[in-house]
């Protein structure tokens, strides 16, 4: 097995931390941070004196003011900033089922800093291999992807909006088991729920873990989008669309669809609008599909959203492209 493995006391680890040999956030390391829950379900852990994985360290560069080398945290960064604010007796959390440190006996603190964490160390390497072995840790292969992270960190009203939206509504067909088995789905509808509260477009879902985070304790626009999302699924699933349409079988068309179809939603009627909408999304798409094959030099408006359609798909610019083409379609609803 690769590095050292060896037993550390919870003191020792604080007075390296404190004293700045152990570096918790090298510049590879996400910036995740963990809700206040989360920070206290994992203190409880150590009071009720239960393991949790081992933490993985480096040999940095040598620090020539201290005349110290560096270590650097590779995997277990938020672990370890937990404990430090625990001990500390960070402001910022206000504890339900442990008492704040201050609070323990004398006995249970030093129970407290006894805790053994097991330390792998990896030795002296390159800066380069310190960075892929930490990507492989993280990889998605061997962890989490990134919308795991987020439901494993987050269990707030932004990200259980979306799991009702993703529960109820039915709008992530385009989602095979294994994706959905790693919450792409999820990610899917987040990525539209972020786009319709900013106004705006971006790329991939970097905007998502933001609005997870920020809106964790407190959605005031909550009830307002499920509302929305209810609608826009009996106006998705009331559409005559073409078998081999773009909507149903691109998954970047779909995504244009449904952010598309928010911001209309409120002036399209179900019962009065649904034909003149499908045979206009079918018009489009025969429109797409026959402009296709132009040269660069002949491509018109849907040439280019074609082309939008398979190169770049998630950049901000061929979304914000594919969004305006439509947009400026569904102008008759308005």
């Known amino acids: ?21 152990l570096k918790l956030q090298p510049d590879f390391q996400r910036k995740l941070v963990w809700n206040k829950d989360h920070k206290e379900s994992f203190i409880e852990t150590i009071i009720l004196g239960l393991p949790f994985p081992e933490v993985y360290t480096a040999v940095g560069d040598i620090n020539l003011e201290t005349r110290k080398t560096e270590v650097l945290v590779v995997d277990g960064q ?7 604010e625990y001990i500390n007796g960070a402001d910022t959390i206000t504890y339900k089922k442990v008492k704040k440190f201050n609070e323990l006996s004398s006995e ?15 030795g002296h390497l390159p800066l380069a291999e310190i960075k892929q072995i930490f990507r492989r840790i993280n990889s998605v292969d061997y962890a989490l992807g990134a919308m795991e992270i987020n439901n494993a960190l987050y269990d707030g009203e932004y990200i259980s909006t979306g799991k009702i ?26 990525a539209i729920m972020v786009t319709n509260d900013t106004g705006g477009y971006f ?29 826009l699924s009996k106006l998705v699933h009331s559409l005559n669309l073409l078998e081999d349409s773009i909507w149903l079988n691109s998954r970047s068309c779909y995504f ?16 009065r609008d649904t034909e003149k909408l499908s045979t206009l999304l079918n018009e489009f ?3 797409v599909m ?25 950049s901000r610019k061929n979304r914000t492209l594919r969004g305006e083409l439509l947009a400026e379609e569904l102008k008759i609803f308005n």
């Open 1 to 21: 097995m690769i590095g050292i493995g060896s037993n550390k006391k919870i003191i020792d680890i604080y007075n390296e931390i404190k004293a700045g040999d």
């Open 78 to 84: 938020q672990r370890l900033s937990t404990i430090y």
């Open 108 to 122: 249970e603190q030093k129970e407290f800093f006894y805790y053994v964490i097991v330390v792998r160390d990896l």
């Open 165 to 190: 939206i993703v529960d109820k509504y039915n709008l992530g067909h385009t989602f095979k088991e294994t994706e959905v088995s790693r919450m792409k789905d999820l990610e899917f509808i987040m």
């Open 203 to 231: 790329t991939g879902y970097r905007e998502v873990e933001e609005y997870v985070r920020n809106y964790n304790d407190h959605y005031p626009e909550r009830e307002k989008t499920l509302r929305s999302f209810e609608k």
């Open 256 to 271: 244009t669809l449904l952010v598309e179809l928010l911001k209309v939603n409120g002036k399209i009627s179900i019962e």
């Open 285 to 287: 798409n025969n429109k």
């Open 290 to 314: 026959e402009n296709r094959d132009l040269d660069k030099e002949e491509r018109n408006k849907y040439a280019a959203f074609y082309k939008a359609m398979y190169q770049g798909t998630s």
